[in-house]
């Protein structure tokens, strides 16, 4: 960026003796579409704000592994959170890096890795769990006020993971995978044998509604969710059960029940009990899902609830919705993307994690 | 938490010559490896079931020496999490462990409190909550001061003879399910079968092997560790009866004859991991801490800590050098489990 114009500085203050600031936005660092966690070559971890093009637009430092980050709906900031069961999660300014809030669980609680914001940023909501109890939780920080943790609520369930906002409205939903875990035994599984998972809404502390699969299903938890333009979830699952499973993804609007994806008994197996992530068209109709352990990336026909199209991609997990295609990014390095527009692939030297986080 | 740090760089190998051997390794491990283990099971526990029908006294030799043999039997099975073992949450039923909440100690409590007819027969009993039921359940009865002497003697005893009766029945389930079926399914990978490959069925045995590393190194050893500022030595796997360092023993000595077995041929990998195994076994003998209360003391708990060094060096030689002869990957995202 060159030296400022002397019309800039005056008119910039001008806005301060008015007492406005302009605020930073996220076309400050360079208009990343979405935001990944990633492990570098020589071991260290950070978080990249990544561009529609799939070029890394800043590579910013983190004290450990991430596993998903949210991003602030209006400012260039971002939330990166340890991978469970970690307790912190840092704010991170993207514009100059630094790190501008730490975010510690409360005693008695570990995060799991996800976390959404308000319509409007003021709020920021992270799962989290009540280990003492087996009880999931929704931490309610300030992001308005240095990120203060204002509030709990209940989740709903038990081994809350992802969260997000539904659009136009305050309505959190939350995916209770129903995996009871206490970090004094690591990530081992306690109740696998009675575990319920399920999505539940949540508003203003209130668990407004919550919709469960069929009782021979209680093994697949419910991990990753997708939101579509009309509120509806997409929702991905981990298979806890032995032998085989009927699916592993789903779909399911308030007030209605789920509805299950349906692929070949092939197709499903593919994806080797785990789905890693999920992603929802813009205009609802595709729904993508990654597997690393199976390699491979599969689409799904939201209105038909079958399997219209699959590819492999070794150690595939990262998914989100871009433009009128998805990207997808995995631990050997590859961005991808894949779109009506054409194709891009970029191969990079860092091990992406988990997620892609939209801008 | 501590992570075993994995390389990034391993790709999915093409099966060569390991391939021609294959079936060969499989029906070495099934007949070698898992059918053994479970007969000693279904045999250790008839012979504990008896016992006790004979003699329900807690402090009874004959009976804490029949216990001690048939959760030998199960903890050096206890990394075969695969088939009939899960049917009906069946290992959940012998090893409901670890209960990070208390679970056991209470639902034991409250049937004896209750003195709850469910435990008249082992058929109802199999319906009381799986934290009640198997080895753990079993040594809180025997070997807890509170518990073994909790309640009416009478319905003690009974408790304890059912019990072990419901331990007896799941075991010989257990054996029926690999004898009567579940032998053959990985013998015979086929297209509409649950492996439909030699290789598929290895991948399962080679999860059996690293899950069971991670587990006795994450949580044989983690949860008594605890961290460094709060030691957490009640924590300790079977502590009451003294057998929390054996269990380590017992599953290194069971999965290090899997990993050698996977292995195969090559001698240069097998040399490897039985350095590797031996030097873990040396380093728990040498503490010679049944249940190691040393985690609580700075200068003894690093002895612990090397151990569990030692088993996560283990696992990653295994994953680095067993898992691609076997075709699996080990990727960022594939060993993430979120």
Known sequence: MGAMSTGRRRFLGGLLAAGFMPMPTWADVGHPAFLSAAAKPDGSYVLCGIGADLSVRFALPLPARGHAAAAHPHRPEAVAFARRPGTFAVVIDCVTGQQKAVLDAPAGRHFYGHGAFSSDGSLLYTTENDYEAGRGRIGVWDAAQGYERISEWDSGGVGPHDIKRLPGRETLVVANGGIDTHPDSGRTKLNIPTMQPNLAYVENGHVIETAALRPDMHRNSIRHLAVGPGGEVAFGMQWQGDGPVDALVGLHQLGAPIRLMSGSTDDVRRMDGYIGSIAIAADGRTIAVTSPRGGVVQYFDAITGQLTDSGTLEDVCGVLALGDGFAVSTGFGALQYRGGGGAIRVQTDFAWDNHLVSV | ?338
């Open chain 2, 1 to 338: 938490m501590r992570r075993t740090i994995l390389a990034l760089t391993v790709l999915m190998a093409p099966l060569g010559a390991f391939a021609d051997t294959a079936s060969a390794t499989i029906k070495d491990i099934i007949d070698g490896h898992i059918l053994p283990r479970f007969e000693t099971l279904a045999a250790q526990s008839q012979l504990l079931a008896a016992t006790a029908e004979q003699d329900c006294d807690p402090t009874s030799d004959a009976l804490r020496t029949a216990y001690g043999a048939a959760f030998d039997a199960w903890v050096s099975a206890s990394h075969l999490r695969i088939g009939p073992s899960e049917v009906n949450d069946r290992a959940f039923a012998l090893a409901f462990w670890p209960d990070s909440r208390g679970t056991t100690p209470r639902t034991l409590g409250a049937l004896l409190s209750e003195q709850d007819p469910i435990a008249s027969s082992a058929t109802d009993y199999a319906e009381v909550s799986i934290a009640a039921r198997g080895f753990y359940a079993l040594e809180f009865l025997l070997y807890d001061d509170a518990l073994m002497a909790a309640g009416d003697a009478t319905y003690h005893c009974q408790l304890i003879q059912t019990i072990s009766a419901d331990i007896a029945v799941t075991a010989s389930d257990i054996l029926a399910g690999w004898q009567d079926g579940y032998a053959d399914t990985m013998l015979n990978p086929s297209e509409a079968g649950t492996y439909r490959s030699e290789e598929e069925v290895l991948q399962e045995m080679f999860k059996a092997l690293t899950t069971g590393l991670e587990f006795t190194a994450d949580t044989r050893l983690g949860r008594p560790l605890g961290t460094f500022d709060r030691p957490r030595p009640t924590r300790a796997e079977a502590r009451r009866s003294g057998r929390s360092s054996r269990h380590v023993v017992l599953s290194l000595n069971a999965l290090q004859d899997l990993a050698l077995l996977l292995t195969g041929d090559d001698a240069a990998l097998s040399e490897t991991l039985t350095n590797r195994f031996d030097r873990a076994l040396q380093q728990i003998e040498s503490l010679g801490d049944p249940v190691f209360a040393s985690v609580s003391e700075p200068k003894t708990r690093v002895k612990v800590e090397i151990i569990q060094t030692s088993i996560d060096a283990i696992s990653a030689d295994v994953s680095a050098q067993l898992g691609p002869k076997l075709g699996v990957t080990a990727g960022f995202n594939a060993l993430d489990g979120d």
